[in-house]
């Protein structure tokens, strides 16, 4: 695997890479068995499989977060070359962002609802880095899991508004065996919060009104931003303490 932080050396690769198909994973890192679904479908899918992994630091609207995000970069990396992933991008902030993040994307509608009303600005952040890390691959197919749905559908939306040259792919999402989504934030959790939030997805799962589920999430302790049903999706947003966890399942009947 080659790992390549700087943008220029990148964009020389690129070049290098013209008449082979290209696989894109978008990360930020602190990997599980949620982005290795993704990169293992890219590299069954792709001649060339390419994962980024960058924190973002514009869509974190809390700077808590950002700073407690975990950073495991040299696992990580172990990880991913065991995987055949071809290409490592890991690009700084600066660099990224030549412009002082004077430049940035704004959808108007879907980004300021759900997790949009509860992280303002997140998304904004998250569709500008999408477009330029997929501006500097150019992937044939960028591979986004369901886990974050809000963010999938975003996703595709630019990809058409722009009418960006790549394929979005939604991959599953990859669980526990308890039910919980696999998801970087999980390790903020320590046991007892760990044991608990396993009755958010299974709660998400039963089959209840989504007043009632979220009447339970609370009695047992979660505090609830959202649970509604929306885009063939029921969708929720809960804390446990001071660690938010997202997950959503399909309803489609
Ligand atoms: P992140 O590193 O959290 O930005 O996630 C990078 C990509 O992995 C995003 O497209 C996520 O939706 C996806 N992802 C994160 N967790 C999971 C999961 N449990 N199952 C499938 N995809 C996931």
Redo the contacts with the bound molecule.
């Keep these: 695997m080659n790992i390549v932080s700087k943008i220029d050396a990148w964009q020389a690769i690129r070049k290098a890479c013209a008449g082979k198909t290209i696989g894109f994973?978008?990360?930020?890192?602190?990997l599980?068995?949620?982005?290795l679904?993704?990169c293992e479908r890219s590299r069954r899918e792709n001649e060339i499989t390419v994962v980024s992994i960058f924190v973002n630091p514009t869509q974190f609207n809390q700077a808590s977060d950002f700073d407690l995000y975990p950073r495991t970069l040299e696992q990580d990396t172990a990880i991913l070359a065991s995987q055949q992933v071809d290409y490592l991008l890991l690009p700084d902030a600066e660099s990224l962002y030549p412009d002082h993040y004077q430049i940035q994307l704004t959808e108007t509608e879907m980004s300021r609802e759900l997790e949009g009303e509860y992280r303002p600005g997140h998304f904004n952040g998250m569709l500008t880095v999408v477009l330029k890390l997929l501006n500097l691959v150019q992937p044939a197919r960028a591979?986004?899991?369901?886990?974050?749905y809000q963010?999938?559908l975003l996703v595709k939306k630019m990809a058409a508004a722009l009418f960006l040259p790549v394929d979005i792919v939604p991959?599953?999402?990859?669980?526990a065996e308890d039910g919980l989504?696999?998801?970087?934030r999980n390790s903020r959790l320590n046991t007892e919060q760990r044991q608990k939030a396993a009755h958010f997805p299974q709660l998400l799962q039963s089959h209840q009104p989504v007043e009632h589920i979220a009447e339970q999430l609370k009695a047992l302790g979660f505090k609830v931003d959202y649970i509604v049903e929306k885009w063939q999706r029921r969708l929720g947003a809960v804390w446990l303490d001071d660690v938010r966890l997202i997950d959503n399942i399909s309803i489609h009947k």
């Design positions: 994973v978008p990360t930020m890192g602190h599980h068995a949620g982005h679904s993704l591979y986004f899991g369901e886990k974050d963010q999938l991959c599953e999402t990859i669980r989504a696999l998801s970087s």
